[in-house]
């Protein structure tokens, strides 16, 4: 069965540090692999993708994710957080073209980032 | 540009009644998707319309769920009969789908429905 994971439900950092929030997978084949933002009472927003190519993808608001096909696992990362970076976070997995239209999310990651 | 749109933002009815959220989508998007957040699970996929091939329904938890797509723009979900278990807030995104397409969806603000 399709399905994405993150473990964490919540993640808590410190301002200025690195942050990491980790995402799973479980798809046939070679997926599209996605990062939203969700801040309060706001749509979820688009952070970065990776498709093909280079498995460090960089997005935006200096957020960047790395695909490990061996561990299936796209975490999302920053050198250093910020406050504003304090939001919910999912993961979403869409299996290779061809093979369905369903996107797969996570349950979502709190991320909290501590002045 | 405008980005995607829905309404109403919150709607609270009480159990029984007919429900319709509307979602207008970025001009020029040729898929929508609906899925619904219920609280403390991720999104749930519900529909997806791509132009005007048949939609891909399988995600419609009842048969008391239904959504059209006119002229392949504005979209309408509407539940019928609802349960409490409705209660969630329901997004709309939609995509801009063309070949070589990387499926980057662009998500509304939500309806949050409450049943009562």
């Known amino acids: 069965a399709q399905s994405v994971a993150q473990p964490e439900d919540q993640v808590n950092v410190a301002e200025g540090n690195p942050l990491t929030v980790k995402c799973t997978y479980s798809?046939?084949?070679?997926?599209?692999l996605f990062w939203y933002v969700q801040y309060p009472n706001r749509g979820l927003q688009f952070l970065l993708k990776?498709?093909?190519?280079?498995?460090l993808v960089k997005g935006s608001y200096g957020f960047e994710a790395e695909f490990n096909k061996s561990q299936t696992s796209f975490h999302l990362k920053k050198p250093s957080a910020l406050v504003s970076d304090s939001a919910l976070y999912f993961c979403a997995v869409r299996p290779p073209r061809g093979t369905g239209n369903q996107f797969y999310f996570g349950t979502g990651t709190s991320l909290t980032v501590i002045p | 540009g405008a980005g995607v749109s829905q309404s109403p933002s919150n709607k609270v009815t009480e159990k029984g009644k007919d429900v319709e959220l509307r979602c207008d989508p970025i001009?020029?998007?040729?898929?929508l998707y609906w899925y619904r957040q219920s609280l403390g699970q991720g999104l749930e996929f519900l529909i997806y319309?791509?132009?005007?091939?048949?939609?891909?329904k399988s995600g419609l938890p009842s048969d008391r769920f239904s959504a059209e797509r006119t002229g392949g723009s504005v979209s309408t979900l509407t539940i019928q009969r609802t349960q409490q278990e409705d209660s969630a807030v329901y997004l709309c995104?939609?995509?801009?789908?063309?070949?070589?397409?990387?499926?980057?969806?662009?998500f509304g603000p939500g309806t949050r429905l409450t049943v009562t």
């Open positions: 001009s020029g998007h040729t898929a």
């Open positions: 319309f791509q132009g005007n091939s048949a939609p891909d």
């Open positions: 798809v046939s084949g070679n997926p599209y």
């Open positions: 990776y498709i093909t190519g280079d498995n």
């Open positions: 995104a939609s995509s801009l789908a063309q070949s070589g397409d990387t499926y980057e969806q662009y």
